[in-house]
């Protein structure tokens, strides 16, 4: 079993910037971030593998928001600029000890956090 950890939700204005962390109780393959605004379905935001380099981003995020992993902390970060009152969601760690096909599909993540609250007010 892993425990995922997450910090650094908040309240910010329209264009600022939050950094979420995520901290593994011990290593897995694969980490990701995953949002869910009020009355929708949960969205896959960011997905990266331990070694660093391999990385998925969603296209609503695209050149906005940033994942990386540390290794010695077996912890995924996901650093968000320039936010939209759209980005509002409970922002959730997910993590899988392999990998998985499709690395933004909530279905292939076998670990979830407890969630920490984004809101971005216009």
């Known amino acids: 079993q892993v425990q995922l950890v997450e910090s650094g939700g908040g309240s910010v204005q329209d264009g600022g910037s939050l950094r979420l962390s995520c901290t593994a109780s011990k290593y897995t393959a694969l980490m990701a971030w995953f949002r869910q605004a009020l009355g929708k379905g949960r969205e896959g935001v960011a997905a990266?593998?331990?070694?660093?380099?391999?990385?998925a981003i969603a296209d609503s995020v695209k050149g906005r928001f940033t994942i990386s992993h540390d290794n010695t902390k077996n912890t995924v970060y996901l650093k968000m600029n320039s936010l939209k009152p759209e980005d509002t969601a409970m922002y959730y760690c997910?993590?899988?000890?392999?990998?998985?096909?499709?690395?933004?599909?909530?279905?292939?993540?076998?670990?979830w956090g407890q969630g920490t609250q984004v809101t971005v007010s216009s």
């Open positions: 997910a993590a899988v000890g392999g990998g998985c096909t499709f690395p933004l599909r909530e279905s292939g993540y076998t670990y």
């Open positions: 990266i593998y331990a070694g660093g380099v391999d990385t």
